[in-house]
């Protein structure tokens, strides 16, 4: 197998491990608390898997309904590490039609019941420190 990248600069997720061999299958390294493992697999796992099971004329399909779409942060968010951050949100839809995310209360990478409320994960990138209510993000089904 060879290591195509390790350390993925990210929370929660950043020890993920991916490789291949040149005419064969390819390997996912996932982290091992729970709540890193599950948002890993949503964010990288299940569109690579989606995308293989699909006929070629069908992936331009598959990669639109993995797509993320925009959420409106409900709450500032404060992050300081300069890694992408993956924040487990409930969206709602507010009276306007705009998609609503609020960040939900996870007590860590191995609090997988903190994620029983989650409808969706935002992406946020490493920089700015602080992400503003009202601010729109790319929200992940879940």
């Known amino acids: 197998m060879e290591e195509i990248f390790h350390e993925v600069n990210q929370r929660p997720g950043k020890p ?9 299958p390819v ?15 949503c964010r990288y796992v299940r569109p690579w898997l ?24 409900t709450v500032d968010i404060n992050f300081k590490p300069r890694l ?11 009276t306007e039609g705009r998609r609503l995310a609020t ?3 996870v007590g860590g990478s191995g609090d997988l019941a903190g994620l029983l409320g989650a409808t969706a994960f935002l992406e946020l990138p490493p920089e700015p420190a602080v992400f503003e209510a009202g601010s729109v993000w790319p929200a992940w089904p879940l």
Not at 60 to 68: C, I, L, N, S, V
Not at 84 to 90: D, I, L, M
Request: with cysteine.
């Open 84 to 94: 992408a951050h993956f924040v487990p949100v409930r969206l709602t839809v507010d």
């Open 27 to 41: 390997v996912f390294g996932l982290p091992g608390n729970p709540v890193s493992t599950f948002l890993t697999a």
């Open 103 to 105: 960040p939900l209360r």
């Open 50 to 73: 989606r995308a293989c099971m699909q006929p070629a004329d069908a992936l331009e399909t598959t990669a639109a309904q993995e797509a993320p779409a925009p959420a409106v942060l």
């Open 16 to 24: 993920m491990w991916f490789g291949a061999r040149p005419e064969g």
